[in-house]
């Protein structure tokens, strides 16, 4: 079965920096498009990046050029390294596995629990 655990979430202020791990267990088929999403309160679910199994990435407009996405398929890791943080970055962050081939989530993805990121201004 498909499990997947994030981690590394927190609080910082404004202009800091975290980063999120995503253990990823249960499959070892690399083929498949990851990412991660996340959700703030009262909003929907929404795209931050993602990466296929060829190695190409796509970002969010409102985090280009501040996160990185990346992925050890050795460990079976996807992280996301974010930088110069802004509270509107302020929400819980899932990883997805088992994205299409357009890297957008499908019923048949599976999600992590989450790992909430709140940034202070």
């Known amino acids: 079965q498909v499990h997947l655990v994030e981690s590394g979430g927190g609080s910082v202020q404004a202009g800091g920096s975290l980063r999120l791990s995503c253990a990823v267990s249960?499959?070892?088929?690399?083929?498949?498009?990851m990412g991660w999403f996340r959700q703030a309160p009262g909003k929907e679910r929404e795209f931050v990046s993602t990466?296929?199994?060829?190695?190409?990435?796509k970002y969010a407009d409102s985090v280009k050029g501040r996160f990185t996405i990346s992925e050890d398929n050795a460990k079976n890791t996807l992280s996301l390294q974010m930088n110069s943080l802004k509270p509107e970055d302020t929400a819980m962050y899932y990883c997805?596995?088992?994205?299409?081939?357009?890297?957008?989530?499908?019923?048949?993805?599976?999600w992590g629990q989450g790992t909430q990121v709140t940034v202070s201004s």
């Open positions: 997805a596995t088992h994205l299409n081939p357009w890297c957008v989530a499908v019923t048949d993805s599976y």
């Open positions: 249960g499959y070892t088929d690399s083929s498949y498009c």
């Open positions: 990466i296929d199994s060829d190695g190409r990435i």
